[in-house]
């Protein structure tokens, strides 16, 4: 399975928005992206997303002053284990004039708490500009019991 990025719009030269990578940073573990991760139950982790845009519409948006962004993250449940879909969060960013790129993370310090297998998923949106969303899933996890 592959990480999946979408996102729009595409107009060349005016406004070009893409969602670029999606990955699990475990405490103490450098990052490791890839498509599954397993982690002890209630251990800790931070998600990132970074997203970029391009064009002369993306130059409006980002010199617009105190204009945010907000990357949401969750993680559902698949599979025959007894898991739940969970909302992890979200992280909110300010807009940068002149900035092309940026990276939301989230840290999840409590971890998750039931064994299982998830599939994590990102959207990142502007609340107060229509028509600009980026999207991105495909990285499983697996939580279980720490054999220690």
């Known amino acids: 399975m592959a990480i999946t990025y979408l996102s729009q719009p595409q107009i060349p030269?005016?406004?070009?928005?893409d969602v670029t990578d999606f990955s699990v940073v475990?405490?103490?573990?450098?990052?490791?992206g890839g498509v599954?991760?397993?982690?002890?139950?209630?251990?800790?982790?931070?998600?990132?997303?970074?997203?970029?845009?391009?064009?002369?519409?993306?130059?409006?948006?980002?010199g617009v002053p105190g204009l945010t962004y907000e990357v949401h993250f969750d993680a559902e449940g698949i599979g025959p284990f007894p898991h739940k879909d969970l909302h992890l969060g979200q992280a909110i960013g300010n807009f940068i004039a002149g900035q092309m790129e940026y990276t939301a993370k989230l840290q999840v310090p409590n971890g998750i708490s039931r064994d299982g297998v998830y599939r994590l998923a990102a959207m990142v949106h502007i609340p107060?500009?229509?028509?600009?969303?980026?999207?991105?899933?495909g990285?499983?996890?697996?939580?279980?019991?720490?054999e220690e």
Do not use: C, H, Y
């Open 13 to 17: 030269t005016l406004l070009d928005f």
């Open 26 to 32: 475990a405490e103490g573990v450098p990052e490791v």
């Open 36 to 62: 599954l991760q397993i982690l002890d139950r209630s251990e800790a982790f931070t998600l990132q997303l970074k997203f970029k845009g391009e064009g002369t519409q993306w130059q409006n948006i980002v």
């Open 128 to 137: 107060n500009w229509k028509g600009v969303l980026g999207f991105a899933e």
């Open 139 to 146: 990285l499983l996890m697996q939580v279980s019991e720490s």
